[in-house]
């Protein structure tokens, strides 16, 4: 167990609807990282956000937004989703600057009919 | 940018044999290296990690690494698997500066037969 949770844990949803999915980072962690992973592009990152704000942006769609809260834990959008969504979503946590390990979470299987 | 290649995307082995799972990288910057396994229907779990000094990193569950910056490599290796060390293995790498994100290679699935 790596300390990050991850909510839900799996998603089943039609297309065109929208979804949160929800991260909690382990305890005292202040980036939290998006990744997708899928069949077709692999492991992709997608956002890092630091203690609310947000880092860096990788490979994320205009259709995908993200937030990090005061009390650490984070969301990611999906909205207008596409068959092309379905996929793993995970988080990672790392504790602060200069922390070079990124813990995962079990991830989200978001499936999209 | 950086880029990662694991050159094998399946790797079948019998039990306790050696195996060796290979990773390429490429960057024009100092990079860290990391090794996950992923579990079936689980999250990614590290390995073993490489950020400077010696070459040759020991992980969890009996796996090992070795960096060689001239062939730009950091092949995992085990001389002797388990059943249980079947799943898929991510090398990955980032950036030795800034708080940056991991750059995944595209796994290697390893299969221990009986």
């Known amino acids: 167990d790596s300390g990050v949770t991850q909510t839900p844990k799996h998603l089943i949803t039609a297309t065109g609807q929208r979804v949160t999915l929800r991260c909690s980072p382990r305890s005292g962690d202040l980036s939290v990282y998006w990744y997708q992973q899928s069949l077709d592009q692999g492991l992709q990152f997608l956002i890092h956000y630091y203690n609310g704000e947000e880092r860096a942006k990788g490979n994320i769609l205009e259709r995908f937004s993200a937030q990090q809260f005061p009390d650490l834990h984070s969301e990611l959008n999906l909205s207008s989703l596409e068959l092309g969504d379905s996929a793993l979503y995970f988080c990672?946590?790392?504790?602060?600057?200069?922390?070079?390990?990124?813990?995962f979470g079990p991830g989200t299987r978001l499936l999209v009919l | 940018a950086q880029s990662v290649t694991q050159l094998d995307s399946q790797v079948p082995v019998f039990e306790e044999a050696p195996v060796e799972l290979r990773c390429n990288y490429s960057s024009s910057v100092s990079v860290y290296l990391f090794w996950y396994v992923q579990y079936p229907n689980q999250g990614l779990q590290l390995l073993l990690k490489y950020l400077s000094g010696s070459t040759l990193v020991k992980g969890i569950n009996g796996f090992e690494a070795e960096f060689n910056k001239s062939q730009t490599s950091f092949h995992l290796r085990k001389p002797s698997v388990h059943i249980s060390d079947t799943a898929e293995y991510f090398c990955?790498?980032?950036?030795?500066?800034?708080?940056?994100?991991?750059?995944f290679g595209t796994g290697t699935r390893l299969q221990v037969f009986p």
């Open positions: 990955a790498v980032r950036r030795s500066y800034n708080t940056d994100k991991l750059i």
């Open positions: 990672a946590s790392r504790e602060r600057e200069g922390q070079e390990t990124q813990y």
